[in-house]
């Protein structure tokens, strides 16, 4: 069996601060990616090579080749696993289709939300039970709910009568729950005019539970990265990407930002997520800092079935903030051409009980046929 250096040594968790942030992702990922030799398909010692993590190897130590489901670690794959797919009864709704074109006919813009809440952290520390039990709700909008994030058997989605309106039952205490939806703009819930002009900072949504109410505006929907961290250790995660029609695929990444005690860097473990909300694959890698005193990322993208999607590298750094920082960089194929790009921030509680990672992704494929 090939050496397989990238199995977790830790237990899982999930945690962060997400601050929205303005990243110009391709310079800083470009300056450390672009000394490649010409992009030829990778020679056969890339897809056979030990893996042993390295910041100052072009791919970070790792290969090209496939690898077990999960890493062939049944504890990744326990975590993040697969979301269940809620069949939402406006999918279908005639009004809400109609509101995705405006007065011309051309599709709008499709935003999609991922909230996640309860013990990110994964912090050991939090033993009492927290009610999340509450409601989404869109003024002037709709919601469609497309995954329910890791909810147990006695938390449930109640049955949905508004199309502005979403509400659940949950409860956390040693891990987390979620949703990820769609939101629709519209005038407001009563109009039937489907090409009725829409005032984007008129569409407000409310995110309100007892431990914790926010709202925010469609327009600061977009690239939203936030997060908020409660008294109790408990916190709530929100991300956000806005799809344009012609664009090309790009979703959500979130998993564990694991501190290593004893010098710069760590390692990261999680989903790779579409849109939609489909989960697309794992991920796993490592950070710290190469001979050059750069603070560097490696890690490699797989499928659910193990896979080969992308060897991902770029920079990373501390925020504002003790314990915050962002990432920001891409993927490359087996043929060592950059595939996409990818931004995100990550928080670590302490150096006991780790952190935890939010971002986006995007595929670059405008020029491509």
Not at 4 to 15: E, I, M, Q
Not at 174 to 197: F, H, Q
Not at 235 to 264: I, K, M, N, Q, Y
Not at 326 to 340: E, L, N
Request: glycine share 12%.
């Amino acid at each position: 069996m090939k050496n397989n250096v990238l199995r977790s040594t830790a237990n899982t968790g999930l945690p962060i601060f997400l601050l929205f942030i303005l990243l110009a992702v391709s310079g800083i990922w470009m300056t450390g990616c672009s000394e490649d030799p010409s992009p030829t398909a990778a020679g056969g010692d890339l897809y056979t090579r030990d893996q042993v993590p390295d910041a100052d190897d072009p791919f970070g130590g790792y290969d090209f080749g496939d690898e077990d489901p999960a890493f062939g670690d049944p504890n990744l794959e326990a975590v993040f696993g697969e979301d269940d797919v809620y069949v939402d009864p406006f999918e279908n709704d005639v009004a809400i289709r109609d509101f995705d074109r405006d007065r011309e006919g051309n599709l709008r813009d499709r935003i999609f939300l991922m909230i996640t809440w309860g013990n990110l952290h994964r912090d050991s520390t939090i033993q009492h039970w927290t009610d999340w039990t509450g409601s989404l709700a869109v003024d002037n909008g709709a919601v469609l709910l497309k995954r329910v994030i890791r909810f147990e058997p006695q938390d449930r989605i109640l049955p949905r009568t508004q199309r502005d309106l979403l509400e659940w039952e949950s409860n956390t205490m040693p891990a987390i729950d979620g949703i990820l939806v769609r939101i629709v703009a519209c005038p407001n819930p009563d109009v039937t005019d489907a090409r009725a002009d829409i005032d984007s900072s008129n569409v407000t949504i409310t995110f309100d539970t007892e431990p914790f109410t926010v709202s925010f505006t469609l327009d600061q929907l977009p690239n939203l990265k936030r997060a908020v961290t409660l008294d109790d250790g408990n916190a709530v995660a929100f991300t956000a990407v806005r799809v344009s029609p012609d664009a090309c695929p790009r979703g959500f990444l979130r998993g564990v930002w694991r501190h290593h005690p004893e010098r710069p860097g760590g390692v990261f473990f999680g989903k790779w997520i579409s849109e939609m909300g489909l989960h697309e694959g794992f991920v796993k890698g490592f950070y710290g800092v190469n001979a050059e005193g750069e603070k560097v990322f490696f890690g490699k993208w797989i499928s659910r079935a193990g896979r080969f999607r992308g060897l991902l590298r770029g920079r990373w750094d501390t925020g504002g903030e003790r314990g915050t920082g962002w990432f920001a960089g891409g993927w490359i194929g087996r043929d060592r051409r950059v595939q996409g790009r990818l931004k995100g921030e990550w928080r670590r509680n302490d150096e006991r009980h780790g952190g935890f990672f939010r971002g986006v992704w995007a595929k670059d494929c405008e020029e491509r046929p």
